[in-house]
């Protein structure tokens, strides 16, 4: 993805780098998440990346119940980013069940599925 | 304000086949015979129709499939897929083509084997590039989340949760046409197989094989055929997202305004149905959906279903024929919802008749609470 050009192909290259860019509207000023070649909230296509904070909180979270030979339970969530945005992810570090809502975070680049994945942790503090 | 729509087009027939398992047969095979079903309801041919509305789970083309099966070379075509909720949006494009007179005689139909098949939900539908590393279990890790994030804003319990899905059997104890008709208690739930939490296997809709149709005709002729019609006074369709991920507000889905339009098109309220139809592909829709629709008010859904409310002899007949969590859940149960409203009013209904029902609402939901689609049905007193 040396020559990467579309929004999914620029988001992917810079995790691959361990880097999370966010999509930020130039117009209404708006961050959104995936990204796009449009911003949702004013339809401007003026669209800059910006480095992520980093910084969010658990928006709603699921276990997924898998039997212990096939690997065991996950967690599943919904995160949202000071940013204003949301993303799908998973919290690791504690076990799937301690995963509550509202519960502080932070991103970290990780591995899901053998991709490079925004994954997060319980914030420190 | 209700639309020129209002009343202008009826469903004269309904059918069924292959609910439960139909070994053996493919989907298209239990989608023609639901077709032929509901046709023989309508004293009605195949060759008669030339309007089908039609969406299945295998293919990227199924309305042509469908016709290509069932022999016939329709005017007017509608394949419009969003999920589970297609059947209900389908009574809006063929009222307007009957309306138009694009076509005269309009068949609904849809055909599932994918209990006998596979045991599980087939889908031709891909997972969302940004969800899919995170293998959210589809769609019940999506509903889990909308459950969970309205227990912390509502203090929803999963009790109120079991409820739903035990109210949902006692309606199917009395329907012969049920695939669970066994008992059930606020226990048996609670006590089930966790699947994400905080649902349970049982606060989960049935994988089950089963195909329903409708046929439907202008309503200038709807008196001419063998049984009562029930008439389409209001339908509406809203969409709020694709991905669960993308959901702004999880305990409000877009059925607010979808059921907003449908009653404005009617002219009635929610105190005026005699009998409501939900998607319940899971525990959480039920309460999402009395909610949004205007039974209740926003966090009251998990009080109003609590204690057999629900069920049979309470306060609101909700899925009066055991629902997708006990009747049948075929992949997509949306036109399960129209055919037991139409019953109810054409009094016909397999289970629980209730009597003199003038007035019933029938809801889809599609995709994860992605796309939310309302109607009213209403006999000849309602017009
Ligand atoms: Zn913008």
Redesign the pocket.
């Known amino acids: 993805m040396q020559d990467a050009k579309g929004p999914d192909q620029l988001f992917q290259r810079a995790l691959a780098e361990g880097e999370i860019l966010l999509p930020k509207?130039d117009?209404?000023g708006?961050y959104h998440f995936f990204p796009r070649v449009l911003?949702p909230?004013?339809h401007?296509t003026a669209i800059s990346w910006k480095q992520a904070g980093g910084k969010g909180r658990v928006h709603t979270t699921t276990v997924v119940r898998r039997k212990p030979e096939r690997g065991g339970d996950y967690n599943v969530c919904v995160v949202e980013l000071d940013e204003g945005v949301r993303m799908m992810s998973r919290v690791e570090g504690i076990a799937p069940g301690e995963v509550v809502i509202d519960m502080p975070v932070t991103a970290f680049v990780g591995e899901a599925e053998g991709v490079p994945a925004v994954l997060f942790k319980p914030s420190e503090g | 304000m209700t639309t020129e729509l209002r009343g202008k087009s009826a469903i004269v027939g309904t059918g069924h086949a292959g609910l439960g398992e139909a070994h053996g047969l493919t989907a298209y095979d239990v989608m023609a015979q639901s077709a032929l079903a509901a046709l023989g309801d309508a004293g009605l041919k195949l060759s008669d129709v030339d309007g089908l509305f039609c969406t299945m789970m295998e293919d990227s083309m199924p309305a042509l499939m469908a016709a290509e099966y069932l022999g016939i070379q329709p005017r007017f075509i509608d394949g419009t897929m969003s999920g589970g909720s297609s059947f209900v949006n389908y009574l809006t494009s063929a009222t307007m083509a009957l309306d138009a007179g694009l076509c005269d005689v309009a068949l609904i139909v849809y055909g599932s084997n994918q209990r006998t098949a596979s045991g599980r939900l087939v889908t031709a539908s891909r997972p969302p590039a940004y969800e899919a590393p995170y293998n959210p279990r589809y769609p019940i890790s999506a509903y889990a989340m909308a459950a969970a994030r309205h227990m912390h804003e509502y203090g929803t319990t999963r009790e109120q949760l079991a409820d739903v899905a035990v109210a949902a059997r006692a309606w199917a104890q009395r329907n012969p046409e049920a695939f669970e008709r066994g008992p059930l208690t606020r226990e048996d739930v609670l006590g089930s197989r966790m699947v994400g939490d905080p649902l349970t296997v049982r606060d989960c809709c049935l994988v089950t094989d089963g195909g329903g149709a409708i046929v439907m005709v202008r309503a200038d002729r709807a008196r001419d055929f063998p049984k009562a019609p029930a008439y389409v006074l209001g339908s509406a369709a809203a969409s709020s997202h694709r991905q669960i991920s993308q959901m702004k507000d999880f305990t409000v889905t877009a059925a607010r305004d979808s059921g907003a339009r449908a009653f404005a098109a009617a002219g009635v309220t929610p105190a005026d149905i005699q009998a409501v139809e939900l998607y319940d592909a899971f525990t959480i829709n039920t309460i999402l959906f009395l909610e949004d629709l205007g039974f209740c008010a926003k966090g009251e859904g998990g009080a109003f279903v609590e204690g057999g409310r629900i069920a049979p002899g309470g306060v609101l007949p909700v899925n009066t024929n055991g629902g997708g969590l006990s009747c049948v859940h075929p992949g997509m149960y949306g036109i399960f919802t129209v055919i037991e409203a139409a019953r109810q009013i054409r009094g016909d209904a397999p289970g629980i008749q209730l009597k003199d029902i003038d007035l019933a609402l029938a809801h889809g939901n599609g995709g994860v609470l992605s796309s939310q689609v309302t109607a009213i049905l209403g006999s000849r007193n309602t017009l």
Do not use: K, Q, R, T
């Open positions: 509207c117009d209404c708006a911003c909230h004013c401007g």
